[in-house]
């Protein structure tokens, strides 16, 4: 199961209220924003422990946007692939 998350600043309760769902999967793809966008986005650190503590390991990042004017990282897409239980933690 492939699972995309793209909801404005709003990963942290979407994860959390689907914890059962996403635990479930394989592979889950957020689009993250680095930017300060919206009131209340998680920083990176917080989504990504969150994703590991479901099991999963950051995979790549594709689709960079950037600020026309700045070339400042406003967005990517994170992909993360759940750890096989053969695999030791990193």
């Known amino acids: 199961v492939f699972i995309k998350i793209d909801v404005q600043g709003h990963e942290m309760q ?3 209220g689907g914890r059962m769902v996403i635990a479930a999967s394989q592979r889950v793809m957020v689009e993250f924003n680095f930017a300060a966008l919206y009131d209340g986005q998680p920083c990176f650190d917080e989504l990504h422990q ?3 503590s479901l099991g999963f390991i950051l995979d790549t990042f594709v689709s960079p946007f950037r600020h026309p004017a700045t070339g400042e990282l406003m967005s990517k897409n994170l992909f ?3 750890q096989s239980s053969g695999h030791a933690e990193r």
């Open 14 to 16: 979407v994860i959390r």
């Open 80 to 82: 993360y692939f759940k």
């Open 50 to 52: 969150e994703m590991r």
